[in-house]
């Protein structure tokens, strides 16, 4: 936390670490085997034409991964770096003064996502997958009045090391697949 002044105090929340290294590498372990085993098979698909497509998604990737969420004594905004394109994710700013309520609703997948909403009517996405995401929500409650004792996170931590395990395993396949198709070319 960084003091501008002597009554104002910004945070930056920035996606986990554990969540953006999790899904950088399942993209690689299910991208990076494709251009090997296209010149293997003599597929119509360039191995070229794959690794440029792997590496324009990777970007893509990556960009929607640099998410942030600022808040200081004004309000919460959700953006991302300036090289970002807009139209990778959509930036928001809401005064603290302008939320009404904090709602939950139910995912498809019977998780609990919750929604800023503003004085306006409109609702805001909590984001819910950054680094220091208790802290983060401590601050919502002590800027809002709402209480936020029971907001959790959508994903807890070890639903990604699993995930980041069976992701390591999918690797070594590929490596093993890799090195497979490259003794065959």
């Known amino acids: 936390m960084t003091a501008n002044s002597a009554n104002t105090s910004t945070s930056v929340f920035r996606l986990s ?31 070229t034409f794959l690794w440029v497509g792997i590496s324009i998604g990777f970007v ?12 200081d004594d004004q309000g919460i905004q959700v953006n991302y770096p300036a090289w970002v394109p ?14 009404k309520a904090l ?7 019977g998780g609990i996502v919750y929604y800023f909403l ?3 009517g409109k609702a805001y996405l909590l984001p819910m ?8 929500v401590n601050i919502v409650q002590a800027k809002t009045g709402i209480d936020t004792t029971d907001v959790r996170p959508l994903a807890q931590p070890w639903m990604y090391l699993i995930l980041l395990g069976f ?16 003794t065959i070319v």
């Open 60 to 71: 893509a990737l990556y960009a929607v991964l640099t998410q942030r969420v600022i808040v």
């Open 17 to 47: 670490p554990l969540i953006r290294i999790t899904l950088l590498s399942l993209y690689l372990a299910l991208t990076v085997p494709l251009p090997f085993l296209s010149q293997v098979t003599a597929a119509p698909i360039s191995p």
């Open 129 to 136: 997958r950054v680094a220091g995401f208790a802290r983060f």
């Open 167 to 182: 992701t390591l395993l999918l690797l070594l396949v590929d490596a093993w697949t890799i090195s497979t198709a490259l």
């Open 86 to 99: 807009r139209f990778f994710g959509q930036s928001w700013f809401l005064a603290w003064t302008e939320i």
């Open 103 to 109: 709602k939950p609703r139910t995912t498809g997948q």
């Open 118 to 120: 503003s004085q306006g």
